[in-house]
Nanobody, 120 residues
Framework: QLQLVESGGGLVQAGGSLRLSCKAS????????VGWFRQGQGKEREFLAT????????YYADSVEGRFTISVDNAENTVYLQMNSLKPEDTAVYYC?????????????WGQGTQVTVSS
C-alpha cells in the first residue's frame, strides 16, 4: 500500500530551524519524485519543493528558495526538508506526496502531515 509518513514538526521560535522527514514505506516509490507541500489554517495547500530520488533534479517554489533545502537519503527511503530562518507565516501542516507530473503536481491522496508552528 502506498504510504509516506511525515515527521519532524514542532514548535520553534522565529529565526529557528527544523528538519522534516518523509519516509516511504516501499522502494517502489522511487519511480516517482517526492514533493513537500504545506497548508496554513484557512489557506490552500501550497507547493514548496520537489526532488527525484536520484537527487539529480530539484525544484523549489520561489517563496522558500534559499531558506528551505530538500534532500534525499536513498538508504533510508527518506526525503528531508531542512527549513531555516523560519517565520511565523511558515506555520502550517506540512505534507509530502509523490509527484504525478513534474515538478509540482501531486497525487490526490494525502497523509496526516506534520504540524509546524513558528512563534514570533
Amino acid at each position: 500500500q502506498l504510504q509516506l509518513v511525515e515527521s519532524g514538526g514542532g514548535l520553534v521560535q522565529a529565526g529557528g530551524s527544523l528538519r522534516l522527514s518523509c519516509k516511504a514505506s516501499r522502494r517502489a516509490f522511487r519511480s516517482y519524485a517526492v514533493g513537500w507541500f504545506r497548508q496554513g489554517q484557512g489557506k490552500e495547500r501550497e507547493f514548496l519543493a520537489t526532488i527525484r530520488w536520484s537527487g539529480g533534479s530539484i525544484y523549489y517554489a520561489d517563496s522558500v528558495e534559499g531558506r528551505f533545502t530538500i534532500s534525499v537519503d536513498n538508504a533510508e527511503n527518506t526525503v528531508y526538508l531542512q527549513m531555516n530562518s523560519l517565520k511565523p507565516e511558515d506555520t502550517a501542516v506540512y505534507y509530502c506526496n509523490l509527484i504525478r507530473s513534474w515538478p509540482r503536481e501531486p497525487f490526490d491522496s494525502w497523509g496526516q502531515g506534520t504540524q509546524v508552528t513558528v512563534s514570533s
